[in-house]
Antibody
Framework: EVQLLESGGGLVQPGGSLRLSCAASGFTFKNFAMTWVRQAPGKGLDWVSEISGIGGSMHYAEAAKGRFTISRDNPKNTVFLQMRSLTAADTAVYYC??????????WGQGILVTVSS | DIQLTQSPSFLSASVGDTVTITCRASQGISRYLGWYQQKPGKAPRLLIFAASTLQGGVPSRFSGSGSGTEFTLTISGLQPEDFATYYCQQLDTYPITFGRGTRLEIK
């Protein structure tokens, strides 16, 4: 059974940093691109970043460029999202998801990041 | 960036009804479109990919169609568990984008 479990969220002050992790199981991790999607309270879904299976290719939404870094540790079946210079606009539930071809077929349960003083 | 415009943004319907949600892309995306269902407090669930292919385990009352710039999601014979928010998503071009959602509520 495919499982994705996010961790590392919480309350952070404006300007602060946070690193999210997503531990994967139930599939051959290195064979799949992984992605992060966020959802601000009461709002829709916003794609944040994606990393290829072997980690050689990364893509970012404009709002994440220069502040967020996606990475992965294939032996540990984990994908990360390092977030810096956080603002209130980054407050959201962050989901990791597996990309299979041209869809996100499995999603984690989400982790809340709150940026507030 | 490719914009996805969903309509309607809100839909009220009854159990047993058939409803259709439209997703229009600001430029052609071939058939690189997916549909997701999300219930409050839960992660999105993939329903349809490649515009019309049903994800495994999704009831056959869900169907998708379209290509290029116009796509539809149809739910035939609404069930109580179908009342949720629905999103379209394009993966033709980075940045990947979602529609703003269609909230389906019980009349």
């Amino acid at each position: 059974e495919v499982q994705l479990l996010e961790s590392g969220g919480g309350l952070v002050q404006p300007g602060g940093s946070l690193r999210l992790s997503c531990a994967a199981s139930g599939f051959t991790f290195k064979n799949f691109a992984m992605t992060w999607v966020r959802q601000a309270p009461g709002k829709g879904l916003d794609w944040v970043s994606e990393i290829s299976g072997i980690g050689g290719s990364m893509h970012y939404a404009e709002a994440a460029k220069g502040r967020f870094t996606i990475s992965r540790d294939n032996p540990k079946n984990t994908v990360f999202l390092q977030m810096r210079s956080l603002t209130a606009a980054d407050t959201a539930v962050y989901y990791c998801a597996r990309r299979r071809g041209d869809v996100f077929d499995y999603w984690g349960q989400g982790i809340l990041v709150t940026v507030s003083s | 960036d490719i914009q996805l415009t969903q309509s309607p943004s809100f839909l009220s319907a009854s159990v047993g009804d058939t409803v259709t949600i439209t997703c229009r892309a600001s430029q052609g995306i071939s058939r690189y479109l997916g549909w997701y269902q999300q219930k409050p407090g839960k992660a999105p669930r993939l329903l349809i990919f490649a515009a019309s292919t049903l994800q495994g385990g999704v009831p056959s009352r869900f169907s998708g169609s379209g290509s290029g710039t116009e796509f539809t999601l149809t739910i035939s014979g609404l069930q109580p568990e179908d009342f949720a928010t629905y999103y379209c998503q394009q993966l033709d071009t980075y940045p990947i984008t979602f529609g703003r959602g269609t909230r389906l509520e019980i009349k």
